[in-house]
T-cell receptor
Framework: GEDVEQSLFLSVREGDSSVINCTYT??????LYWYKQEPGAGLQLLTY?????DMKQDQRLTVLLNKKDKHLSLRIADTQTGDSAIYFC?????????????FGTGTRLQVTL | KAGVTQTPRYLIKTRGQQVTLSCSPI?????VSWYQQTPGQGLQFLFE???????NKGNFPGRFSGRQFSNSRSEMNVSTLELGDSALYLC?????????????FGPGTRLLVL
């Protein structure tokens, strides 16, 4: 089935690390993505991970993938006020030669001073 | 490279009307996908076009349709608008060479149906 779950809200203090979690159900997902959405804006691609990887690091972002538990996490180091946004994880569902993204509900990250 | 562009950015319509939204993909990208974002249902896949052909379709009624032109630009149309069609409509483009191409999103068109 296709279902991606995330917690709705996370509050962290500026300078701390943020960890946003996601669980998915489709074991055939090959790529998993993290997108960021700021108020009134579209989706900004942050990073993605291929399913045969356990971890990917990109500057302040670290993605961890536990394929056995179908669990994905995004860690943001040294969180800044500009990181305040909604973060969506998404899995790529393949049907024949076509794919689509199935998104989680989104986690609203609030960064406080 | 310019990003994905969507026009118009904002739109107000009344129930029963129809609307057409436009999306221009990143230069060189051949696949365009459309998503609907609402507070209640979140982000849902509408359809995907590749080389002027609909390659994938989500679970939306037939009132929602789309097309793609030879220059990869895409339009989506919603006929007989309902209040529940009020949403942010997002378009995404990808290279389309394989089926795991990363999708890049436009700023969206915010549609309000009164």
């Amino acid at each position: 089935g296709e279902d991606v779950e995330q917690s709705l809200f996370l509050s962290v203090r500026e300078g701390d690390s943020s960890v946003i979690n996601c669980t998915y159900t489709d074991s055939s997902s090959t790529y998993l993505y993290w997108y960021k959405q700021e108020p009134g804006a579209g989706l900004q691609l942050l990073t993605y991970i291929f399913s045969n990887m356990d971890m990917k690091q990109d500057q302040r972002l670290t993605v961890l993938l536990n394929k056995k538990d179908k669990h994905l996490s995004l860690r943001i180091a040294d969180t800044q006020t500009g990181d305040s946004a909604i973060y969506f994880c998404a899995e790529s569902i393949v049907t024949g030669t076509a794919s689509k993204l199935t998104f989680g509900t989104g986690t609203r990250l609030q960064v406080t001073l | 490279k310019a990003g994905v562009t969507q026009t118009p950015r904002y739109l107000i319509k009344t129930r029963g009307q129809q609307v057409t939204l436009s999306c221009s993909p990143i230069s060189g990208h051949r696949s365009v996908s459309w998503y609907q974002q609402t507070p209640g249902q979140g982000l849902q896949f509408l359809f995907e076009y590749f080389s002027e052909t609909q390659r994938n379709k989500g679970n939306f009624p037939g009132r929602f349709s789309g097309r793609q032109f030879s220059n990869s630009r895409s339009e989506m149309n919603v006929s007989t608008l309902e209040l529940g069609d009020s949403a942010l409509y997002l378009c995404a483009s990808s290279g389309g060479q394989g089926y795991q191409e990363t999708q890049y999103f436009g700023p969206g068109t915010r549609l309000l149906v009164l």
